[in-house]
């Protein structure tokens, strides 16, 4: 029996692209939902009460049931198709741990950073500066764990991956760092998920009417 999915998303999310790309690379069809992030919609009582409680993009919903919160789903999609679940019960804890170092260090910082440097008209200096502080730690112990391996928890590649690479997949000028200069081992791992079957582009798999952007050239050198 075939299973339903709807992704209810916007582009710039990279934690809907991790769904979607998931989902790609898993075989799987899904119907998107443009959500209005940028005119506020997520926080309205009404969308809450209709579609995720948690105010929060993307929700999956899987023949008609709501899922959210993106490493549940990601450990859901691994274990029903049988992939990027880790290879044994030695892998898979580590998978866990790279998953939720993942959800509050390297995502948690690179999307709020990103957002404010790119789709925010006037950043807080003081903010960014703090933000990318953190983030040159957290890439830097992620260059450091890929200099000695292809993929974060094994041999092979894992939601851990997939959820990694969520933020750092989108255009460069984007979040500002250019990985082939500045982390030449996870420009190669990018590299190497960009190379599996099914995978697409962020902008390729979530299609839809844009954030505005306000970043330049000039005020990029300056972030």
Known sequence: ????????????????????????????TFDPVWTDFGGGITRTAEWRNAVNVMGE?????????????????????AERYGKFEGADSDERPEVLRWLFWDNH???????????????????????MTFFRKRLDDYLGILENHLSRRLYVAG???TVADISMIGYLMFPKEEAGFDFAKTHP???AWLDRIAALPGWKAPYDLLPGKRLKQYRSEERAAAL
């Open 1 to 28: 029996m075939t299973t339903s999915y709807r992704l209810h998303y916007f582009p710039e999310s990279g934690n809907s692209y991790k769904l979607a790309l998931m989902l790609n690379l898993c075989g799987q």
């Open 57 to 77: 993009i993307p929700v999956l919903e899987e023949d008609g049931v709501r899922l959210t919160q993106t490493a549940p789903i990601l450990l859901r999609l």
């Open 105 to 127: 260090k390297l995502t948690g910082y690179m999307a709020s950073y990103r957002y404010m440097r790119s789709f925010i008209e006037q950043p807080d200096p003081t903010i």
């Open 155 to 157: 041999p092979a590649p």
């Open 185 to 187: 081992s996870t420009r």
